[in-house]
Structures are given as C-alpha cells and as structure tokens.
C-alpha cells in the first residue's frame, strides 16, 4: 500500500525541466533528461528516478563534474556505426542523439552501433533499448560506472555495476525490457536494506579477507571507504557460478571502453589522488538490431511474446504468486501510478523544496497542502 | 596430475573426419565437425569435445535425428544479414558457412548478424565467436538448446542453459573469451559432482517443492524424469539476483527463435508425445562487430588487454592463487595439452575402439599399447 503523496507527471516533467534550465541546461537536453529520470520513476525503478535528480545530476552540475551544455563531436561515423564524444557533458543528452542516429542506421542497413565516450551517468539502461524497441527494433546497451565491483577471487573494488540491457518487441502491450546490474546487487538495493532495518543476504558483498558481510549499514559505511566490493552475480567463488557474473561484469566494461578507446575502470572513479573531484569521463556502447532484415518484426513479436506467455504459465513453485517475464513488474507499476502521478517520500520532497526556492520557481506541490 | 592416456592432436583429427565420413558425412564437412569437438578438448573443455563424438553426434545421425548431409538454403541475405535454414543437418556445418558470411560483411558493413534455425548441436559456443577474432572482429553467439531450467518462482524445466557467448580481441597471446551457459551450471557439471562423489552444492537445482537438493546422483536421475530443473544464474528465487540470470536465459531463448520465427522452448525435447525421437531443430543467433568501424581494431586491442591485466593484478582474496580472465584458463589447458595430445579417459577410449572397429578402420591408438 502506497502512503508517499503523488505528484502529477505533468508537473514533475515541466518542474524538471525548469530546475534544469536554471542549471544552465538548454530547454530541448532539459526535455530530454527529464523525460529519461521520470521514464525510471513510471517504470517504478525508484533508485533511478527523481531521487538522483538533485544529488547525481545537479549537484555534479554545480560541482563542475558534469557540464549543462552538452557539446557533441561526431568523432567517427560510418553507415552503420557511430563514434561520439560527449565532452563531459549530459550523458543523457548524448545517449538521446546516438540511439536517434542508429535507429535511422538499421532502419537502412538493419544492424547499427555506436559508442559515447568521455560521458556521464545516462540514466536507466532501458531508456536507451526502449528508443529501439519503440522503432520495432531490438535494442542493446552497456555502460561502465565508479569501480565498485570485485572480480571472482578477487577483493578489490574493480568494475562497475555495469549493466547489459536488452530490450525486445513483443506482441503484448509491453516489450521484453531486461535492465539490471551485472553484480548480485547494486548499491541502491543494499541501501533499501538499511531503510528497512534488515540484513543484506550472504555473498553479495565481498570482504578484504575474502569472506562476505550481512550488516548493511556497516556495507555502506565500508563501501564509502573502498573497504568492501559488490560481487558479482553468481556470488562468490566459482561453485554458484561467480565467475560467469564476473565474465558478464567484465564484458560491458571492454565495449564501454574499448570501441572508443576510452578510460576504465580505476580511472573512473571521479576522484583524484589527493581526494578532490575529476571528470567522471563514463563509457556507453549501444546495438539496434532491425528484425525486418531477419524474417520479419511480426514473426519476432510473435515468437518473443509466445516465449514469455508459455515462461509465465509454467508450473510455480508452491507458494509463488506469479511467474514474472522481464519487463513486466515494471509494466504494472506504470498501471498503477499513470493516473495517480509519481510517489515522492520525505527526502525527495524536501528536494524539490529546495531546488523550487534555490531556482526562484512558482509551483506548489501537492505534498504542501 | 593427469594420469589419462594420450592421443596425438592430428591422428584424432584424421581418425574423427574417417568416422564422421564413414557415417555419410561429406570430407569437408567432417573436417569443421572434428575441428569444432577437437577445439573442446584443446580448451580443456572436456565437456563438448570427443566424449560427445559418438552419442551426441554419430549416434543421432545413426537415429536419424541427425541428418549428415547438411543442406543449406539462405532463406533471406541482406548486405548485414542472413537467415540460415540447417534442414537439420550438422549444426556445426551451417554455423561454420554462417560465420564465414557474417565476417565478411563485417569486415565491408562493420556490423553483421545471422540465425540458424533447424539446426542440431553446434558444438562449444566460444568456436564460433572465436572465428569472428580471428579476424579481428567481436563475435556474439547463443543458442537455445532442450528445456532444462526453470524461470525464477518456476519449477518447471522450461529453457535450455543457453549460453550467451562473447569473444573479443586482445593484445595479449589468446582473446577475451567468455562462453558458458546462462544457468548457475549445466548438467555435465552435476555429471562431474557425481563421478568424484561430491553434493552438488545448494541452490542450483530446483525440485517440484520449490526448494533445492544435493544429492548429485538422485538430481541426474530426477533431471531425465523432468523432476527437477536448473536454477538460473544467480540461483533460487530473487534475492542473490536468480531473476537476472533467468533473463539472460530469456533473452537467448527470444534471439535463437525468434529472428528466425523458429520452434522454442518445450518443442526442443527431441521426443514426440509417445517417448519416440523427433528432430530438434534448435535455432542459433551470431552476431559480429568490426572495431575498424569504431576507433581501430589496436586500440580495442589495448584496451581489452588493459582491463584484463588489472583485473588480474588486482588484490586476491587470502589464500585464492590467482584471478582469471575469460579465456585464461582455456588458453592455459591448451599450453599443457599442446604438445601432449588430448587426454582421453575409458569411456572415451572405449567409444573410439568401438567406432574404428565398427566403422572397419586402421588405426592403433597410443593407449592400446
């Protein structure tokens, strides 16, 4: 049962796009920014919505680490790939322009691909495959982050949380949208953990002496300091499979950096030396795969949403409510929330406040009254 | 210690190709089936290498769900693309012919991807990914495969452990190369477990009850009843991310079918209704990415390179010996066994004795004396 307060859609959307101007951000990027943060929040992805708004995006705005205006080099393109150079501007702005670039590309030569360089955190994953999908296309992503991922056997924060996205149409009224981290969990999860005052599961946190600890908040304490590592998914070792998360981890941390030649892993880490902050200078790598150059979009929906009915209907463990394909909690959250607005708990709301009065702006939220 | 006998690399190579020909298959086409199992062996994945030789392959061909002549029809090109209809001749073959196309229009297009379908066994993933390296290109596989895991909150064995395969090049002697199936294991591991009375350890297999067992020998049993499965990676439900794994699974079983509007999931047992064999007709999906049409094939190189050496430099857990990379350890087995030849077990040499002496040819194998 939801007891946050809702906010509009529409007024969120107009309010971001205000705050964002007062940023320095031009009307048309602010758009599309605020429209990829929102998309995380009707999908219910809530650790990628409106609660990064201020801390990962403004804040990094004011700090110097993330530029407002986003100038875009086209570094190399081909008929089928692009090469972009985001110049530490909007991740999202440049992400957006990419995925409009080789949409049109496999649309004419069925296959495209393209990577971001020197950019910033863009948002969910699936807001870029959603772009190809929404064309009748499959859409895949990658993006390499802050290290904070160990390598099987390994105790050291090295990779990101990494995510390998797809997403795919399907003859139903929402596509196939996978979109997760390629570690066991990612930092946000261990987060809710503390929230609700419960112990982080065993194995999804590596330890400097090779074992794994349950206290989250002591997780996110020595997370801070680099004094712990997210594991990979399968866990620790190789018994359940470790290694192969670890391959998968690894894998998006090569295409997010090696088709452009850009930085990884330890120098991703925003922080100098000597504790100040740097450029962020993040990797994305992006493929659209055009099913009319196969045998067709109807045949490709057809069979992938087959696929997904028969998963769902298949024998469930005895108390399980429901088989879920991937995709679809996020689809139900949207039938939920797309008449009501957006849930806003305390810390977002004072947020918003906040930024509202900084950026002198006329709005009054409903959580006021 | 290896204390199995060896044979030499080129006497198993000829002595297969007389084997394959000896049951109807073309020389050429037995010269890339043998390529393709002897590849296995020198990875040291023992798993897909001569130990299939004769039941998956000679004996499905002798079955008749395994047709030697393996008749090709491209049912659609595309300067990007290609459909492949196999007509269920050897998988190996249509999946050799396949990538040898999708290179091709890489290396003009910078992007190629293809689909296989009535297809059969295509032996070790990482084969054809690696045929894409080779060329310096990045090579994507997967395959679907007999029901054998079960979604997450399911018990139901539903999708095949589906790997999803990459392989990228390198500046170091051997690639980047990631290739295991989806599911926390496959059967062959448990078939290990058994053969060194050891459990299976918790949480990789899935019983009717929704909860899990060891006992490696009742779940092999209980597996060809279909009353047990195989847990995605990440395992049982959804709290060490078992629903990640069982979306890449997903995604797999939707790209081998689905860009060929080919058969799935259920309808890939090999059996009719009344127990009797029918044709698999399995589907593959390839794709190849040139890093030409990126920023260059040695800048990739660098990078890739790069990431994989400070992994391997990174801090070790207490007492673990050393941490790998994809490929590492298969590129380590092949620098022992080079030399040496392929260490062939009993029951292998007994499968070999039995095929020369069936098949009427003239060889002495080394462990014959």
């Not at 069925?110 to 807001?127: D, E, L, Q």
């Not at 290290?147 to 003859?171: C, H, I, K, Q, R």
């Not at 390629?182 to 074992?211: F, H, M, W």
């Not at 850009?262 to 120098?267: D, Q, R, S």
């Amino acid at each position: 049962m939801e007891t946050r307060p809702y906010i509009p859609w529409d007024m969120l959307n107009s309010f971001m796009i205000d705050v964002f101007k007062a940023y320095g951000v031009p009307e048309e990027d602010a758009a599309i920014c605020a429209d990829v943060l929102i998309e995380s929040d009707r999908r219910g992805i809530e650790s990628h919505g409106c609660n990064r708004f201020k801390p990962i995006y403004l804040d990094r705005i004011k700090n110097g680490t993330l530029l407002p205006v986003t100038k875009i080099d086209i570094v190399k393109e081909t008929p089928t790939t692009v090469v972009m150079d985001a110049n530490n501007g909007m991740g999202m702005v440049a992400s957006y322009r990419m995925m409009e670039m080789l949409v049109e590309k496999a649309r004419t030569y069925g296959m495209a691909g393209g990577t971001v360089f020197n950019s910033t955190h863009y948002g969910i994953a699936g807001y870029w495959t959603g772009m190809a999908e929404r064309a009748g296309m499959i859409g895949i992503t990658g993006t390499n982050a802050r290290p904070s991922v160990a390598p099987t056997w390994g105790v050291e924060p090295m990779m990101g949380t990494n995510p390998l996205t797809f997403t795919m149409p399907t003859d139903e009224e929402f596509p196939f949208n996978f979109d997760c981290a390629t570690s066991t969990v990612q930092n946000g999860k261990i987060e809710y953990y503390e929230r609700i005052g419960k112990p982080t599961p065993a194995g999804l946190v590596v330890t400097p002496d090779g074992g794994t600890m349950t206290d989250s908040g002591q997780i996110l304490r020595d997370m801070r300091q680099g004094q712990c590592a997210l594991t990979p998914l399968g866990g620790l070792g190789e018994d359940t499979g470790g290694y192969k998360g670890y391959g998968f981890t690894t894998i998006v941390e090569i295409l997010s950096a090696a088709l452009a030649g850009g930085p990884y892993m330890k120098e991703l880490s925003g922080k100098n030396p000597d504790g100040s902050n740097k450029m962020y200078r993040l990797g994305h790598f992006f493929f659209v795969i055009n099913p009319e150059f196969f045998m067709g979009l109807d045949t490709f929906r057809e069979t992938a949403g087959g696929i997904c009915r028969e998963l769902r209907a298949s024998q469930k463990a005895p108390g399980a409510e429901r088989i879920y394909t991937a995709g679809e909690k996020e689809w139900d959250a949207w039938q939920e929330r797309k008449d009501k607005g957006c849930p806003v708990g305390e810390s977002v709301q004072k947020e918003l406040l906040y930024l509202r009065d900084t950026c002198n702006l006329d709005y009054r939220f409903p959580f006021e009254d």
